[in-house]
């Protein structure tokens, strides 16, 4: 079967320093906790576990309330970032803080810091109990005003001085969609898109997929924010038949039947072997070869 692999495909730079930046630590710190998942792949954190670190993790509750799991030991801020009220209170309690947070996310950081102390009230693009758009608003609350949608502009006054940012794993054509529609309802506003060049260019070469490419698979795990954009992005952009998978292990082979050109691409945290494994497993399939259709088993040794 006629197989595109798009590309890039692989970690993104911030994931890998993430990744590299737990895997030393758990080499020297007992005990080490990781406040969320280190990036949004189980694959990851099962792998990690295995190297002795401990993530905390409960989607219902804030870093800082992940906290009070703490007591000992080290703790690392995850590749997503978090507010300065989280790394005080952790040495307060007195642990050890190691900082994960992608080199991205620290810009938009510090962009809105430096905002703020122009006067400027900050609108921020995200997804709602996100990570990343936790930390970001823990900057200040009271002048960062998390915009979702549309209807979340009907909530500021539109004759207070802006600047617009985002999350950096937000899908780039709803960005652009929500600052068009700021410019024209807010009398002053500043744009500042925050989107990371590895999410970018995979949404962009997504969207621009090849016309005869007739199913895709999205490899990620459902917790990955860029993940699911992309999948946004080629079923409502590109109009593809699209699928968001795991692993091989979700691929349901009978997806493939009657099938001629399949596009593979992955999110910024999806391990390449995963990705390619899927890739190759594809590209020899016949669906009038049974012996084509048995999946290979995941080799966890190289995830990480």
Do not use: W
Request: glycine share 6%.
């Amino acid at each position: 079967m006629k197989v595109t692999g798009i590309t890039p495909r692989g970690y993104c730079k911030g994931v890998v320093r993430a990744i590299n930046i737990a895997k030393e630590a758990a080499k020297s710190h007992k005990p080490l906790y990781i406040l969320g998942m280190i990036v949004h792949n189980e694959y990851i954190v099962n792998a990690l576990k295995d190297l002795g670190a401990i993530t905390i993790e409960d989607a219902s509750k804030t870093r800082l309330e992940l906290l009070d799991e703490v007591h000992e030991g080290t703790v690392v801020i995850t590749a997503h970032g978090a507010g300065d009220e989280v790394t005080q209170k952790a040495l307060a309690k007195g642990l050890n803080v190691i900082d994960a947070s992608c080199l991205d996310v620290i810009k938009t950081h510090d962009l809105i810091k430096e905002e703020l102390k122009e006067g400027y009230e900050v609108l921020y693009i995200g997804k709602k109990g996100h990570p990343e758009s936790e930390g970001a608003l823990m900057i200040d609350p009271e002048h960062i005003h998390l915009i979702t949608k549309k209807e979340d502009f009907d909530d500021v006054d539109p004759h207070k001085k802006y600047i617009i940012t985002n999350q950096t794993t937000m899908s780039l054509f709803d960005v652009y969609d929500l600052c068009e529609y700021a410019k024209r309802i807010l009398d002053d506003v500043t744009i500042e898109q925050e989107i990371c060049n590895a999410t970018k260019i995979r949404q962009e070469a997504i969207k621009n997929m090849d016309d005869d490419i007739d199913i895709v698979f999205i490899v990620g795990d459902p917790h990955s924010n860029n993940t699911k954009k992309l999948a946004s992005i080629s079923q409502k952009q590109a109009g593809k038949e699209t699928y968001m998978i795991g692993s091989i292990d979700e691929l349901d082979v009978n997806l493939l039947k009657g099938k001629h050109h399949a596009a593979i691409s992955s999110g910024a945290s999806t391990p390449t072997s995963l990705t390619n494994q899927i890739i190759n497993f594809i590209r020899q399939f016949d669906e009038n070869d049974p012996t084509t259709y048995i999946k290979p088993t995941i080799d966890y040794n190289k995830i990480l």
